[in-house]
């Protein structure tokens, strides 16, 4: 595994640790970027280190390179001086070096690939992590608007389960009950309370102010034309159907049956 892949690795532990213990969200994300910038700063000592060696197995290779070019150098000067001996064993140390030039060549080479894979991930961490922290805001809003949801639905569930709608029923017949039960009292205070044959003439004294009202009507319907001038007043009234000197009739007996009563 990568060093990268290592610190993402990491880096997702620390993060699924942190939803799963989260209260509040937007602590959480801050936590979140401070790790993540903590992750990044390792990632770029990692890669450094990584540049760092590549350089010097390519310091390795151009020494060996050089150490071959010197022998060689050597090797045609013996020749130029006859010292055949001398020149081979020159060309020995030529081949060596030059043999380990090619093996340190490729190991650097190799690096050097990983390196720059090592350079694109740790700019995709960095482009992520800038990213993340542009989403901060927005992610926090959501979260804040979830929140706000879950309140509306806990209460309305609330409302639902404690029958806060079916309590102002009952508060509403109790109330209705207290009126009619006020009524009643009225009533009975009305009916059973006080002098009875002054009641009884009261209510007979409006019947017969009722019955004045009749006789307005009727006067006034005649000013209006309505009605012929002069016409009995024996017409039945309105709303009542009796004739007018009925009503008065009916009046005077009661006024007369409650005299013989007392």
């Known amino acids: 595994m990568g060093i990268l ?138 979260q804040r608007r979830a929140q706000a949801q879950q309140r509306i639905a806990e209460t309305m569930s609330s409302m639902s389960e404690n029958s806060a709608f079916e309590a102002f029923s009952r508060m509403e017949e109790r109330i209705v009950s207290t009126e009619k039960r006020i009524q009643a009292s009225a009533e009975i205070d009305e009916e059973f309370t006080g002098d009875k044959l002054a009641n009884d003439f009261k209510r007979l004294e409006k019947s017969a102010g009722a019955v004045g009202v009749d006789q307005q009507l009727l006067a006034l319907k005649q000013k209006m034309g309505m009605l012929p001038a002069g016409a009995p007043q024996t017409n039945r009234q309105l709303g009542t159907g009796a004739p007018q000197n009925a009503r008065e009739e009916t009046v005077h007996a009661d006024i007369e049956d409650l005299k013989d009563e007392t």
């Open 5 to 142: 892949d290592r610190l993402s690795s990491l880096l997702k532990s620390n993060i699924n640790d942190l939803i799963s213990k989260a209260e509040d969200p937007e602590k959480m994300l801050n936590q979140i970027l401070v790790d993540m910038k903590g992750q990044l700063v390792k990632a770029k000592q990692q890669v450094a280190s990584a540049i760092a060696d590549e350089k010097r197995l390519r310091d390795q290779v151009d020494q060996e390179y050089r150490q071959a070019q010197d022998w060689e150098k050597r090797a045609m000067l013996a020749v130029q001086e006859g010292r055949d001996d001398l020149a081979k064993q020159a060309l020995v140390r030529h081949g060596e070096h030059m043999s380990h030039g090619q093996t340190l060549e490729a190991t650097w080479e190799s690096h050097r690939m990983e390196t720059e894979k090592l350079k694109n991930s740790l700019r995709d961490l960095n482009d992520k992590i800038e990213e993340a922290k542009r989403k901060k805001n927005l992610l926090i809003a959501r």
